[in-house]
């Protein structure tokens, strides 16, 4: 009996806490009327796929501000033209085509998968160039860099290694999208 209970709660407690944390449901609010991409736009739908675990789903869905009086006919033709702007949008920021799926039932929205990080062989990860930035970092000495968004990497001296985990001389290359 307290041998199939035990063991009961062992296989519960291994899936529960091995497992995904599942789907998610996140929200991006257009300005009312608009299908383009806003700044704000992107704001959200970037920090959406930034909040979100590696291998885990969510559905986006797609509103406007103050459109809830609007005709069902209008809502779901502004969503489905919403809903290419953000395909598009995660597409152009390097996601690929086949992790973002535009569900068109009822409403439509975006199912966006975010697959485990993956690197070439040579180190180098293959993204578009969308908003790619370059900065050379003095490894000698302590160095910093500032991004177009106003992120700062600081870089203490000899903060670089190779493969063989020897310190690299001169100075190195840092892309950040």
């Given at each position: 009996?307290?041998?199939?209970?035990?063991?009961?709660?062992?296989?519960?407690?291994?899936?529960?806490?091995?497992?995904?944390?599942?789907?998610r449901?996140?929200?991006?609010?257009?300005p009312?009327?608009?299908?383009?991409?806003t700044?704000?736009?992107?704001?959200?739908?970037?920090?959406?796929y930034?909040?979100?675990?590696?291998?885990?789903f969510?559905?986006?869905?797609?509103?406007?501000?103050?459109?809830?009086?609007?005709?069902?006919?209008d809502?779901?033709?502004?969503?489905?033209?919403?809903?290419?702007?953000i395909?598009e949008?995660?597409?152009?920021?390097?996601c690929l085509?086949?992790?973002?799926?535009?569900?068109?039932?009822?409403?439509?929205?975006?199912?966006?998968?975010?697959p485990?990080?993956?690197?070439?062989?040579?180190?180098?990860?293959?993204?578009?160039?969308?908003?790619?930035?370059?900065?050379?970092?003095?490894?000698?000495?302590?160095?910093?860099?500032?991004?177009?968004?106003?992120?700062?990497?600081?870089?203490?001296?000899n903060?670089f290694v190779?493969?063989?985990?020897?310190?690299?001389?001169g100075?190195?290359?840092?892309?950040?999208?």
């Amino acid at each position: 009996m307290f041998k199939s209970l035990f063991f009961s709660i062992g296989i519960f407690f291994s899936v529960s806490c091995f497992s995904n944390n599942g789907f998610r449901l996140k929200k991006i609010t257009f300005p009312t009327g608009l299908t383009k991409l806003t700044h704000e736009v992107m704001k959200q739908a970037s920090a959406v796929y930034n909040e979100l675990l590696d291998r885990n789903f969510t559905r986006l869905q797609i509103k406007g501000l103050d459109e809830e009086e609007w005709s069902r006919y209008d809502l779901i033709q502004l969503a489905k033209k919403r809903a290419v702007s953000i395909r598009e949008f995660y597409i152009g920021i390097g996601c690929l085509g086949k992790n973002i799926r535009m569900d068109l039932a009822g409403i439509p929205s975006v199912i966006l998968f975010k697959p485990r990080a993956t690197y070439s062989l040579s180190g180098r990860i293959d993204l578009n160039k969308t908003e790619q930035q370059c900065f050379t970092v003095a490894v000698s000495k302590k160095d910093f860099f500032k991004t177009k968004s106003g992120n700062v990497f600081v870089f203490e001296q000899n903060s670089f290694v190779d493969q063989n985990e020897m310190n690299v001389s001169g100075n190195v290359n840092v892309c950040v999208w």
